[in-house]
């Protein structure tokens, strides 16, 4: 009788323990003694287009609250502006010339850590969905949907786990969010903690908007950059012989949506503009459903009714003008449909409970020219192209509304996520984990200069081969190959950097104490003039000088 009544106060006491577990999990999910990390990274997202940074031309609440909930940093920079070379920087922590992505074309390293991998290895639970940009089979993530190389704005192809490739009818911007979603509610473990990276297309040229979006946007008006008629004049050759004027080199059809027939039936449109082959065909001809082409062929009516009557007739300055209110109005409609869908992510961590545990970071590959100095595209150690956006919230370890102005890289990025997460990093990582800045000890921060360098030319948009050291208060360039010059821009004093100071004797005293920081920083981190050659040698061994044969 004993006997049966302990078996039956047994049974009762794991009763009430199975119905305690139930009730915890009616409670909410399961906390991770270690956050979850949400690495949010759009392409070629200038600073300058999110409201934390300046509300001139948009305003995006959803990435804005990352930044207000968290930390935003006003001088995070890339160590070379360019898609591929960025995100390999990104995923192990070191510059381009040691894990081999020094441009768009050159291969990756494959024998190159990432820090994926070692999250995957620390037990974490790893995915990855939108633009890698490299590589078709991302090391360390359990879970993946990728775009083949630059991807599509309209009914994406996606690379998958099993290497197979499946299109998805619909808008990028928003499948990448529906994949990201998806794994989140429905795939992930929710017994491991998660690294997750949620990686948009968007607003990457040739900036094809939502239809909602695209007509949206092409009534609204944009202020002009104070730089958009720049001449050059107190700078070196590098700016003045760059390709990525709006007037001259931002292409008509592939560009500014104007039809290729309309082109033709207008006979000569001045100034001449070489087209990419297919610049027209292959994102949207060649991709769009007739449901989705009734959407857009009413905008693009618009567009071209409006060029077609009043191009011909137009100073060049006018045509200027025109063509950077078509560029600001399809990229800034691009990035309303990526503040948009962050905002539905956000909300999700809301609902799902998982926000307090979660370090959400959004960033870009690397900053963008919107029209300053007259220019489109990146690859300057110039600000625009230069520096990135970077807002981290990390609830009851980041205080809300903080800013930071130290010089912060995305060389830095993989460090501070394995810190955040507890897991050591390897010794060969390049970085310094940003946790002091996170978290307010800004004591034990101690880097005061970034080093910067770009390779990729002869090539598209012909920016010349340079590097450099940026402190707070100064930046100092050196542009070589085929030439041999030097730059310094006072930061503080000339903040659109109008005014190479290099030559002025004012500056003698600190363009000694940088050339000399510089060569330091080249000791650490490992590259030299040497290396350089040997690049040099690569690319032309290589013969990817063709502009046509690159669209990073």
């Known amino acids: 009788m004993k006997t049966l009544s302990k078996q039956i106060a047994a049974i009762l006491l794991l009763l009430a323990l199975v119905s305690c577990v139930e009730k ?20 070629d997202h200038a600073y300058q287009a999110i409201s934390t940074y300046s509300d001139h031309l948009i305003e995006t609440p959803n990435i804005d609250r990352i930044g207000k909930e968290g930390i935003v940093f006003t001088n995070a920079s890339v160590t070379n502006s360019i898609c591929a070379p960025s995100r390999a920087t990104i995923l192990t922590g070191k510059h381009t010339h040691i894990n081999g992505k020094v441009d768009n074309q050159m291969p990756f390293d494959t024998t190159q850590v ?12 790893t995915a990855m969905f939108g633009k890698l940009h490299f590589g078709n089979n991302p090391k360390g993530v359990d879970e993946f949907m990728i775009l083949p190389g630059q991807g599509n704005y309209i009914n994406p ?78 700078r070196g050759t590098a700016a003045k012989t760059a ?89 800034l409609a691009c990035i309303s449909s990526v503040d948009d869908n962050v905002g539905r992510v956000l909300e999700y961590l809301d609902d799902s409970k998982l926000s307090d545990n979660t370090m959400v970071v959004y960033t870009s590959d690397q900053g963008f020219y919107l029209g300053e100095h007259g220019w489109f595209d990146k690859r300057f150690i110039y600000d625009e192209s230069f520096k990135t956006p970077l807002l981290v919230r990390w609830p009851n370890r980041i205080e809300p509304g903080i800013t930071s102005e130290e010089m912060v890289q995305n060389l830095d990025f993989a460090q501070t996520f394995l810190e955040a997460a507890q897991i050591e990093a390897p010794e060969d ?97 490992k590259d030299s003039d040497e290396l350089n050659q040997q690049y040099i040698d690569i690319h032309h061994a290589n013969s990817i000088d063709s502009p046509l044969n690159k669209k990073g």
């Open 24 to 43: 915890k999990k009616e409670a909410g999910p399961v906390v991770h003694e270690k956050p979850n990390i949400i690495f949010i990274m759009s392409d």
């Open 243 to 331: 390709e990525m004027n709006l007037l001259y080199d931002m292409m008509y059809s592939h560009d500014s949506k104007i039809r290729p027939e309309t082109v033709a039936r207008m006979k000569h449109v001045t100034p001449d503009v070489r087209e990419y082959p297919g610049g027209w065909e292959n994102p949207y001809i060649n991709r769009i459903t007739e449901e989705q082409k009734a959407l857009y062929e009413p905008v693009l009516d618009e567009i071209n009714k409006d060029f077609e009557e009043n191009w011909p007739s137009m100073t060049d300055k006018e045509k200027m003008q025109w063509k950077y209110q078509r560029y600001m109005q399809d990229y």
């Open 157 to 234: 192809d996606f690379i998958t786990k099993t290497g197979d490739t499946t299109r998805i009818e619909g808008y990028v911007t928003d499948i990448i969010t529906d994949l990201t979603l998806n794994w989140l509610d429905k795939k992930r473990d929710t017994l491991k903690p998660f690294m997750l990276m949620y990686l948009h297309k968007a607003p990457h040229r040739p900036w094809w908007p939502r239809p909602d979006k695209f007509k949206e946007f092409l009534g609204k008006k944009f202020p002009e950059p104070a730089t958009l008629f720049d001449d050059y004049k107190n």
């Open 429 to 525: 990582m390049q970085g310094e984990s940003l946790m002091p800045l996170l978290t307010s000890n800004n004591a034990e921060w101690t880097r005061d200069a970034v080093y910067y360098h770009y390779y990729e030319y002869p090539a598209v948009h012909q920016v010349k081969r340079h590097y450099g050291i940026v402190t707070i208060d100064y930046k100092l360039a050196h542009f070589y190959y085929d030439v041999d010059e030097w730059e310094l821009y006072d930061r503080k004093k000339d903040p659109q950097e109008m005014n190479n100071v290099y030559d002025d004797p004012a500056y003698k005293d600190v363009v000694t104490e940088l050339k000399k920081k510089l060569e330091e920083l080249r000791v650490q981190y």
């Open 114 to 125: 990432t820090f994926p991998q070692i999250f995957q290895q620390a037990g974490y639970q």
